[in-house]
T-cell receptor
Framework: QKEVEQNSGPLSVPEGAIASLNCTYSDRGSQSFFWYRQYSGKSPELIMFIYSNGDKEDGRFTAQLNKASQYVSLLIRDSQPSDSATYLC??????????FGQGTILTVHP | EPEVTQTPSHQVTQMGQEVILRCVPISNHLYFYWYRQILGQKVEFLVSFYNNEISEKSEIFDDQFSVERPDGSNFTLKIRSTKLEDSAMYFCASIIDRAKTQYFGPGTRLLVL
């Protein structure tokens, strides 16, 4: 069973702080890695994708990938209350199928 | 900006009834997917569809489920005889290329009574 594991949280950070979200995956053949944000009752919304080892930055978000350790992370700088949501880590395998983690609930308090 | 659309947004049905969930993928996309999310649980892959045939399906996607692309735009998921445990949010997604990012529709909330 190919798994994606996330700490379900909740992770609580003060406004303006850095939120760090982590994810591990079991399938070494995984090629693409995604972070989605999901608000309650809504569909997943793409935040970042990363294909290569290292860091990728987009605005306040930085995705980090370490294929040797099978580890993906997402850093959110200057966290805002509007960032409060569930963050889903997803890994792409054959035919583009996404395997999702359970999600980490993030709460940013003023 | 083009987006994936889904209808209906909510569907309530009696156990044993057939339901059809509809999706309109982004127009130039080639790969189509259905996922489901039971309340409080993770998003689960159901099926992928390419070139008018199923390319992969999960163990959830049993004989009660079928998918179809009846015309050039719609992509449907049919559940022949719904069970209580089919109650979930169903998301459609599409991509232009399987190496690219999947875009999700807003979902259909299915409630089986």
């Amino acid at each position: 069973q190919k798994e994606v594991e996330q700490n379900s949280g909740p992770l609580s950070v003060p406004e303006g702080a850095i939120a760090s979200l982590n994810c591990t995956y079991s399938d070494r053949g995984s090629q693409s890695f995604f972070w989605y944000r999901q608000y309650s009752g809504k569909s997943p919304e793409l935040i970042m994708f990363i294909y290569s080892n290292g860091d990728k930055e987009d605005g306040r978000f930085t995705a980090q990938l370490n294929k040797a350790s099978q580890y993906v992370s997402l850093l959110i700088r200057d966290s805002q209350p509007s960032d409060s949501a569930t963050y889903l880590c997803a890994v792409s395998t054959s035919y583009g199928k996404l395997t999702f983690g359970q999600g980490t609930i993030l709460t940013v308090h003023p | 900006e083009p987006e994936v659309t889904q209808t209906p947004s909510h569907q309530v049905t009696q156990m044993g009834q057939e339901v059809i969930l509809r999706c309109v993928p982004i127009s130039n996309h080639l790969y189509f997917y259905w996922y489901r999310q039971i309340l409080g649980q993770k998003v689960e892959f159901l099926v992928s569809f390419y070139n008018n045939e199923i390319s992969e399906k999960s163990e959830i996607f049993d004989d009660q489920f079928s998918v179809e692309r009846p015309d050039g735009s719609n992509f449907t998921l049919k559940i022949r005889s719904t069970k209580l445990e089919d109650s979930a949010m169903y998301f459609c997604a599409s991509i232009i290329d399987r190496a690219k990012t999947q875009y999700f529709g807003p979902g259909t909330r299915l409630l089986v009574l």
